[in-house]
């Protein structure tokens, strides 16, 4: 009877350890790359433009940009090869991002009979792009520069799935990059108005 026990026992763990094995993986979510070739391009007179990535991740906590399903850096490429246009046959563009990082900070747990009816955030974000658009015309005639900066910040709940929180971190950045596109836009109407055509 003993026997007849210890099998039954070890059948059922089996079966259990198996089951187990056979789990769904979460299915993977793809993000569409960000792009802005939806909006009017900005024609500076210049014959080539080049786009420079001046800033390095540590990747390594408190930073996360690399981990994200939409790295900043990456938009804010496609911004500059969609946006910015080389319309004239002389002198060039430097676009250079010069940061685009993403801190994370985990959020202290608050304690007490109030926490066990609130939403509680466990992490904020802060994002923080910067970019600096100079040009320089043929022989030295002329030169000019624009800077943008954009920050962000946002807060996760911690019911958030895997997936879910995926998806927020893309808009998040995706909005980042939104704002660097207005702020730049404007700063180059500012500062670059006679490398335009």
């Known amino acids: 009877m003993t026997l007849l026990r210890w099998f039954s026992r070890l059948t059922w763990l089996g079966a259990c350890l198996w089951l187990a094995g056979c789990e769904t993986p979460l299915p993977e979510v793809l993000y569409p790359d960000l792009r802005f070739s939806h909006l009017p391009p900005i024609q500076l007179n210049v014959a080539r433009i080049d786009v420079v990535d001046g800033y390095q991740s540590p990747l390594r906590e408190p930073n996360v940009e690399h981990k994200l399903p939409l790295a900043p850096a990456l938009a804010m490429r496609n911004w500059a090869r969609d946006r910015l246009r080389a319309v004239g046959s002389h002198g060039r563009a430097r676009f250079v991002i010069q940061d685009a990082s993403v801190i994370m900070e985990p959020l202290k747990k608050k304690n007490g009979l109030k926490a ?50 995926e998806g927020v971190l893309y808009q998040f950045v995706e909005a980042s990059a939104k704002d660097f596109d207005q702020v730049m836009a404007e700063k180059i109407r500012q500062h670059l108005g006679d490398f335009l055509r």
């Open 116 to 165: 066990l009816f609130t939403l509680r955030q466990a992490a904020r974000f802060s994002a923080r792009l910067a970019a600096r658009l100079e040009v320089e015309t043929a022989g030295g005639m002329g030169s000019g520069f624009a800077e943008a900066q954009v920050t962000r910040q946002r807060t996760t709940p911690e019911t958030l799935s895997l997936n879910e929180r």
